[in-house]
C-alpha cells in the first residue's frame, strides 16, 4: 500500500521554519545581534543597503567560532546555549531555540566570516538556500561578520509582500534601539546606503536614552529602582508633562530581553494616575530581573511573549516602583486652583503680549486668504454656495435695517448700484463707528444676524477653514509652500527621521519642503498658514499623528494630518482680531463644506434667537410700555 504521508526535505523545513522567524528584513537583524550579544561582544557595527533587501551585515568583535562551529551553526536546531530541558528554565542568553541562522540561510545568502582569538586563521562559509557553497580558511578580524544578501531570493511571493524600504528600515531601526537601550555597556553603530544613522559609544542607560532619543529626555527623566524578593526593577520613566501621543517610545526589558506585556503597561499607567492628560502616554524604560525559573520565554520564535508563574505580583512591584519614583521626585498633580488659573492668565497674557507688537496681516498664521485660491474638488460646490446664500441670508436683515437708517441721512443717493450701496453703507458704518462684529474674551466673536445673535469660537471656525484646505491640498497633491528665507535645522532622532521619510510624499503636499537624509532633516519651506516658531512643533505632531494611526487607511491617515495641522496653525485663544479679521473669519467659515462644526466635532458657532433672548430675560408675553 503506497503512503500519502512524506517526509519533508531538509530545505523545505527551513523555509517554513523560516516563515516564523524571517517575517521581514528587521527580523534578520534581531537574531544576528542577539547571537553577537551572546558571543561577549562590545562592539557591533550593522551595515544595510535598501533597507536590507540587498544587504544586512553585522560584525562584531565577540568570541569568534571554530572551523567546525563555523559549518555547524547552519543546521536546524544547532546552538550551544542548551543541553538538557533544565537548561531551558534557567536562560540568560538571548537566543537558544538554534533556529536563527538555519532558517536565514534558507532564504538568503548567507556568507559567514568568524575568528577566535586562539586561532591564527579563521573560517568563510557560504550558504545559499541552505546549501553549503564555500567551506575554507581565511584571514580576518577576531570575531563574527556574518552577511545576508539577497533576502528572501528564492521565494519571490515573500519578497513581494515586503513593504517600502522607508517602512522596512524603520522597523530595522527600531530593532536596533531594543538592542541599544537593552545593552547600554556595548557600543553601536548603524549604517544605511552608506551613510551613518548613529553611532553611540558604551555608557550608562540615562546617557543611552540622550544619545538615541535626544537631549531633551536628560531634564525629563525620573530614575526607578524597586527590589522585592526575587524581583529588582530599574531604569527610567519619564514626567508627566513629558508625554506623547503614541506608546512608540516604552520598553520593557525582561533579563535584558525586549518584552511586550499589555498586563505590565497597566501597571505603569495606573501609577501616573490623572497626572497625565487624556490620550497622552509617558516613556519609560524599565528593566525586570528576575529568576529564569519564574518565567517562560518559550512561547513564540520572536521571544517578545513571556509568562510569569506570579504576574500579579510583578504587577505590583512594577506599579510600586514608578509610584515610589514619582512621589520621591515631587511629581504631583497641580491641585490648587487658584495658584493654576493665574499661572494659565499669565501665560495667556504673555502670548498676547508676543502678538501685540505685531500686525495680524504680518503673520503667517493668516486667515485673510480668498475663497477662490482653494477650489474644494473633494466635496461639491452646490453645498459650498448653499453656506453662502445661507450667510447672507443670515445678515440681510442687517443690510437692510442699515439702509432704512441711511436712507433718512442726506448722504444717500436713491439712484445708486447696489455695489454702490454696499460702498455707502461701509461708509456710513466707519461715520457713525458703528461696529457689528465683536471679540469677547479674546476667545469668541459675537455679531448680530437677522434671527438674533450668532456666536462663533474664533479657534474652532479657524480650525474648520484650515482642515478643508489642509485636505484638499493631500487628495489633490497641490500644497502651496512658502519657503524660508532662512532654513530651520530640525533637532530630531533618526527614528523620527525615519518616519519623515515614510509619509514624505503627506508632508509635502500639506505645505513643507524638506531635505532628509540619514542623520538630518532640514525645514526650507512651511505651509502659508503655520504660525512662526511653530514648525519644530508642528513636525512632531505630524509624526505622533503618523506613528498613531499607521495601520489606517491613507485616506484616514491624510484626514488626521490634515486635523492636525489645522489644530496647530489655527488662531488661539488670547490673539486679538480686528474688525476686518474678525468679518474675513466669518465669511470663510461659510465657504467651508461644514461650517457647523470643526474637525474634532466641537460647535464653531451658537445661534440665539430674539425670542430665545427674550426668555432668557423673562420677556415672554411681557407687554413693553
Not at 197 to 213: E, K
Not at 297 to 319: C, L
Request: glycine share 4%; charged share 20%.
Amino acid at each position: 500500500m503506497n503512503s500519502i504521508i512524506k517526509l519533508l526535505p531538509d530545505n523545505l523545513i527551513n523555509q517554513i521554519a523560516a516563515g516564523e522567524v524571517v517575517q521581514r528584513p528587521a527580523s534578520v537583524v534581531k537574531e544576528l545581534l542577539e547571537n553577537s550579544i551572546d558571543a561577549g561582544a562590545t562592539q557591533i557595527k550593522v551595515i544595510i543597503i535598501d533597507a536590507g533587501r540587498t544587504l544586512i551585515q553585522i560584525i562584531d568583535n565577540g568570541c569568534g567560532m571554530s572551523a567546525i562551529d563555523a559549518t555547524l551553526c547552519f543546521e536546524r536546531h544547532a546552538t550551544s546555549k542548551i543541553r538538557t530541558i533544565e537548561d531551558l528554565f534557567k536562560l540568560y542568553t538571548m537566543g537558544f531555540r538554534g533556529e536563527a541562522l538555519a532558517s536565514i540561510a534558507a532564504v538568503a545568502q548567507v556568507e559567514l566570516k568568524t575568528k577566535r582569538m586562539e586561532d591564527e586563521t579563521g573560517s568563510l562559509v557560504i550558504v545559499h538556500g541552505s546549501k553549503i557553497i564555500q567551506n575554507e580558511p581565511v584571514s580576518t578580524a577576531n570575531g563574527t561578520s556574518v552577511s545576508v544578501k539577497n533576502l528572501f531570493y528564492n521565494i519571490p511571493a515573500r519578497r513581494n509582500f515586503l513593504k517600502s524600504d522607508n517602512v522596512e528600515f524603520r522597523h530595522i531601526l527600531e530593532e536596533c534601539y531594543r538592542q541599544a537601550l537593552a545593552h547600554s555597556d556595548i557600543a553601536f553603530s548603524l549604517y544605511h546606503n552608506q551613510q551613518e544613522v548613529f553611532n553611540v559609544s558604551s555608557s550608562n542607560l540615562g546617557q543611552r536614552i540622550v544619545n538615541l532619543l535626544g537631549k531633551n529626555y536628560s531634564s525629563n527623566l525620573i530614575p526607578v529602582q524597586e527590589e522585592s524578593g526575587e524581583v529588582k526593577i530599574k531604569g527610567y520613566i519619564s514626567k508627566p508633562d513629558f508625554n506623547k501621543k503614541t506608546r512608540g517610545e516604552q520598553f520593557f526589558f525582561l533579563n535584558k530581553r525586549f518584552i511586550k506585556d499589555v498586563y505590565l503597561n497597566h501597571a505603569v499607567m495606573s501609577a501616573y494616575e490623572e497626572m497625565l492628560p487624556k490620550g497622552s502616554f509617558p516613556f519609560y524604560c524599565l528593566f525586570i530581573s528576575i529568576d529564569p525559573r519564574h518565567i517562560d520565554v518559550n512561547i513564540h520564535p520572536t521571544k517578545t511573549e513571556v509568562k510569569f508563574d506570579d504576574e500579579k505580583m510583578v504587577y505590583a512591584i512594577m506599579r510600586s516602583a514608578v509610584k515610589s519614583a514619582l512621589n520621591t521626585h515631587n511629581i504631583q498633580p497641580e491641585m490648587t486652583f487658584t495658584q493654576k488659573e493665574n499661572n494659565t492668565q499669565q501665560e495667556t497674557e504673555n502670548e498676547v503680549k508676543t502678538h501685540s507688537n505685531i500686525s495680524f496681516s504680518q503673520q503667517k498664521s493668516t486667515f485673510d486668504y480668498q475663497p477662490k485660491d482653494h477650489t474644494y474638488k473633494p466635496y461639491t460646490n452646490p453645498t459650498e454656495k448653499q453656506n453662502i446664500k445661507h450667510f447672507e441670508q443670515l445678515f440681510q436683515h442687517n443690510l437692510e435695517q442699515q439702509k432704512n437708517e441711511l436712507e433718512k441721512t442726506e448722504h444717500f443717493n436713491h439712484t445708486s448700484t447696489t455695489q454702490q450701496f454696499v460702498s455707502q453703507v461701509e461708509q456710513h458704518q466707519q461715520s457713525e463707528n458703528q461696529q457689528h462684529y465683536w471679540q469677547l474674551h479674546k476667545k469668541y466673536i459675537f455679531t448680530q444676524t437677522a434671527q438674533g445673535v450668532m456666536l462663533i469660537d474664533q479657534h474652532a471656525a479657524h480650525e474648520r477653514i484650515l482642515y478643508e484646505v489642509f485636505y484638499n491640498n493631500l487628495n489633490q497633491n497641490q500644497g502651496k509652500i512658502q519657503t524660508l528665507l532662512f532654513p530651520i535645522e530640525l533637532k530630531i532622532t533618526p527614528l523620527d527621521i525615519a518616519w519623515l521619510q515614510e509619509m514624505l510624499p503627506d508632508i509635502k503636499n500639506l505645505g513643507f519642503d524638506l531635505e532628509i537624509t540619514q542623520q538630518n532633516a532640514t525645514l526650507k519651506g512651511v505651509p502659508a498658514d503655520l504660525p512662526t516658531g511653530k514648525e519644530h512643533t508642528a513636525i512632531q505632531e505630524l509624526i505622533e499623528q503618523f506613528r498613531m494611526y499607521e495601520s489606517q487607511l491613507q485616506l484616514e491617515k491624510r484626514d488626521n494630518l490634515a486635523k492636525s495641522l489645522a489644530c496647530r496653525a489655527a488662531i488661539k485663544t488670547g490673539e486679538v482680531l480686528n474688525l476686518t479679521q474678525m468679518k474675513n473669519l466669518v465669511q470663510q467659515l461659510f465657504t467651508c463644506t461644514q461650517p457647523y462644526a470643526c474637525p474634532h466635532g466641537r460647535p464653531t458657532m451658537i445661534m440665539l434667537t430674539v425670542e430665545e433672548l427674550d426668555k432668557l430675560f423673562g420677556r415672554t408675553g411681557h407687554l413693553e410700555r
